[in-house]
């Protein structure tokens, strides 16, 4: 009975919410009821899997109106909520982990189930004190026990109720969710006509170009282990748009550290480097502006991002800027041990940065094996898995040009942060222009410009600031590469199995490791056909979609550094 409750759990993850097979049945196993599926959904939203089906039903919670009738069990007022714990969570059971949910019953914040089980602890307590204290009489009326049964993620402001077994709302609860947004992503106020509209972060006093930044604590202007002597940031340039509409966002204005500030706080990051054993660069687009490649963020018409560059109009061609580069002469010296990048650009290893030690999280323009991702796909589960494992190794993050607006991937930040403010590691360093809701969680907030950031800390640790060539010296002439050390099966690395992978033009490939859904989309079998002026290999599926494989992965292979090639021959 259990395989076959088991069975149709993963069929309808699969089928209705968009699972894969694989990820599926690893959540049923996981599981205690097999037949349970929003258990399974849970436990795979937990780990980073994304839904793309169709969302889990929220439920009208009855228990919200039914404990009004019960003082014990009743819901906080929003004035109760705490902002500090709702803007710097922490689990009352000191576990270090960002997967905590707070009690709507009295403010509480615990640990998810499947990290140790604080949040729902503190439910089952509640609830059998309160069964322990109700009266047969009161049980003959109808009373019942309900126990702290609510509780919000602080993650994403969703509200799970224990009875319901499910996410919830209802009138109050949506209550106590606006005032929880309002904490957490600023005041509102009240415009034209009384309509309720959004307080700009840098609204009062009006912003004056040249101006030095106020009404921000100084710990959001310099990090929680920077200085309070430190110059405020300067107004390089006003724009009261947001920076990322539809994303958890600030303003797009833009800000300077004066000069002497900003070399303190480069030295103050150079020591850190040259301390930390698991230094993480977790970069968004604004690494790449210098580079041509436009970005979302530097809406403003005098964007201090943009100063200087014309944008690309074919952005494939690219050079790496001075970050990049940079980035890859500290990881060659073993100051930076791995990058995350959210971009899809390639400049990284353009630059010469090692493809094994780079997480392209959303997707590569030069990997056929992880297409750029949309909104309607999921993240590659096994890139996901290794930032879960570098969100609990990191000892240090340098965020760089990254609006951190609330994607998945961006706990790696506050993972990172949260462990300095217990004592661990020297936390996330956060590099931008632009003011960011992580802001206050930042033990160092750096803004200026990635390149001159990264050019002082090239003279502070002592490393070039060009690439490091690509070696494709040794490529076979006829594009045919010999003694791979792989399997001609899966494409993974393997110690006693040599293939060969002929990349001639008119071959035949297949990609591996290819998401289900990117393989329904254009297929998984492509045709070599031709080789761009960098010598990139040109791939083309049924005559839709060319792609492009990178030569480093080649250069790679051949010495078996990357554990699985990306293609294969067909046989």
């Not at 748009?241 to 004066?258: C, F, I, K, N, Q």
């Not at 990997?367 to 290794?386: I, K, Q, Y």
């Amino acid at each position: 009975m259990e395989t076959t409750e088991a069975e149709a759990t993963i069929e309808r993850l699969v089928t209705v919410f968009g699972f894969s097979p694989e990820r599926s049945r690893r959540a049923v196993d996981a599981i205690g009821d097999k037949s349970d599926v929003q258990a399974a959904y849970n436990w795979l939203l937990d780990r980073g899997e994304e839904d793309r089906g169709g969302p889990v039903d929220v439920r009208i919670c009855d228990h919200a109106s039914a404990a009004d009738d019960n003082p014990g069990s009743s819901l906080i007022d929003p004035s109760e909520i705490d902002a500090d714990a709702l803007k710097s969570p922490r689990c009352a059971g000191g576990c270090d982990t960002d997967e905590v949910w707070m009690c709507l019953g009295c403010g509480k914040v615990g640990c998810g189930r499947y990290v140790n089980g604080h949040g729902i602890g503190h439910f089952n307590k509640t609830l059998a004190a309160e069964e322990a204290a109700l009266t047969v009489s009161e049980a003959s009326k109808g009373k019942t026990a309900l126990g702290h049964y609510a509780a919000i993620g602080l993650r994403d402001l969703s509200v799970w109720c224990y009875h319901c077994q499910s996410y919830v709302t209802s009138p109050r609860i949506e209550r106590l969710v606006k005032r929880c947004e309002e904490i957490k992503f600023g005041e509102k106020k009240t415009g034209e006509g009384g309509m309720e509209v959004e307080k700009s972060d840098d609204e009062s006093p009006a912003l004056e170009k040249g101006g030095a930044m106020k009404d921000v604590p100084w710990k959001s202007m310099h990090g929680f282990m920077g200085s309070p002597d430190w110059d405020p940031p300067v107004i390089a340039t006003v724009c009261d748009s947001e920076a990322r509409p539809g994303y958890r966002t600030m303003r797009a204005h833009e800000y300077l550290d004066t000069q002497r500030t900003l070399r303190a706080k480069v030295a103050l990051l150079a020591s850190w480097i040259r301390k930390a054993r698991s230094a993480v660069v977790y970069s968004g687009a604004g690494i790449s502006t210098a580079a041509g490649i436009g970005d979302y963020a530097s809406v403003a018409d005098d964007s201090v991002a943009r100063t200087g560059t014309k944008l690309k109009l074919l952005p494939m061609t690219a050079s790496p800027t001075l970050s990049h580069c940079v980035v890859t002469q500290l990881h060659a010296a073993g100051l930076i041990h791995h990058w995350i990048q959210q971009n899809h650009d390639g400049l990284p290893q353009k630059a010469g940065f090692p493809q094994q030690h780079i997480n392209e999280i959303h997707g590569a323009w030069y990997d056929v094996s992880n297409p750029v991702v949309p909104m309607s796909g999921t993240l590659r589960s096994d890139l996901m898995e290794w930032l879960l494992e570098w969100e609990q190794k990191a000892d240090l993050c340098i965020a760089v040009g990254s609006s951190l607006c609330g994607m998945n991937a961006d706990r790696v930040v506050t993972t990172t942060a949260r462990k300095a403010r217990s004592g661990a590691g020297f936390g996330s360093a956060i590099v931008s222009l632009q003011r960011t809701q992580l802001d206050d969680l930042a033990s160092l907030r750096i803004f200026a410009s990635c390149d001159d950031v990264f050019d002082l800390l090239a003279s502070e640790l002592g490393v070039r600031t060009g690439p490091i060539p690509i070696e494709i010296r040794d490529f076979p002439e006829n594009d045919v590469f010999l003694n791979l050390p792989y399997s001609s099966q899966d494409g993974r690395r393997t110690e006693g199995e040599k293939m060969t992978l002929d990349l001639r033009i008119g071959k035949s490939v297949k990609v591996v490791n290819q998401p289900e859904w990117d393989s329904k989309r254009i297929g998984n079998v492509a045709l070599v056909v031709g080789k761009n002026a960098e010598g990139d290999f040109l791939l083309n599926f049924d005559g839709r979609k060319t792609r492009t494989l990178g030569r480093w992965w080649l250069m790679h292979a051949m010495k078996g550094e990357i554990p699985r090639i990306p293609v294969l021959n067909l046989n």
